[in-house]
């Protein structure tokens, strides 16, 4: 059976917020998501509002999500992808590609002229998302802090 992308609903996601805790589980990432601390991120996400979440889903199963959450910048009203995710054994088969092109798809039906993320700047990572025609961007980098 064909793999189906489409929107999602908040309900949807939640109730498959194990994507999150597998996918970034494995390399390069090796992050440990607890089931709750994912389920928080998706209900963050969802509850934004405008956020357009779409999924993929083998049968009725969703395998993956992307999140994009809007973003007015001087360029205009853009989208950031906040969050995608693919269920390991779905990887490296093409269906993050098909996410982040239904996301972009959507995003520019309803108005948007841009479109960014924050990931990794090197590695497999950066060489997927610069497959996907995305730019690293040589006026930012990422600020963080931890609050004591």
Request: charged share 25%.
């Amino acid at each position: 059976m064909p793999i189906i992308y489409r929107r999602v609903t908040r309900d949807e996601a939640l109730l498959n917020a194990d994507i999150i805790v597998e996918a970034y589980a494995r390399p390069p990432w090796h992050e440990e998501w607890c089931l709750q601390n994912a389920i928080s991120r998706i209900d963050e996400l969802t509850t934004t509002p405008m956020c357009l979440a779409v999924a993929a889903f083998d049968a009725e199963r969703p395998v993956g999500f992307a999140f994009g959450l809007p973003h007015t910048s001087v360029m205009g009203r853009g989208i950031h992808v906040a969050e995608i995710a693919i269920r390991p054994r779905y990887q490296r088969s093409g269906i993050g590609s098909r996410l982040l092109h239904t996301l972009e798809e959507d995003a520019r039906a309803m108005g948007y002229v841009h479109v960014w993320l924050v990931s990794r700047s090197t590695g497999g990572v950066a060489e997927y998302y610069k497959s996907n025609d995305y730019e690293h961007s040589e006026k930012l980098c990422v600020y963080s802090k931890k609050l004591k």
